[in-house]
């Protein structure tokens, strides 16, 4: 896959794809998810890797936009 520009290979972090994300951003803070495997959240040249959950599927509507806000506000918060 590519992601503006990078290609993708694997589920494994990406800073590169994170530096080229925050090149094209306003925003320092990158949220990668990579399904099952995880999200990975970027600020600045720090990384927080997030282990999935497993939970009870309710519903699938907006779970990806809460996901990123609920990651992307938590890691916001930590010290890197």
Do not use: W
């Not at 520009?5 to 694997?10: A, L, P, R």
């Not at 590169?16 to 803070?29: D, H, I, N, P, Y």
């Amino acid at each position: 896959r590519s992601l503006n520009g990078v290609i993708i290979t694997s589920d494994k972090p990406n800073p590169s794809a994170a530096r080229v994300l925050q090149g094209q951003s306003t925003k320092s803070e990158i949220v990668i998810s990579s399904g099952p495997k995880g999200s990975f959240f970027y600020k600045g040249e720090n990384m927080i890797i997030v282990e999935p959950k497993k939970v009870p599927l309710v519903d699938t509507i907006g779970a990806g936009e809460a996901h990123t806000g609920t990651v992307s506000d938590r890691c916001s918060m930590a010290s890197l």
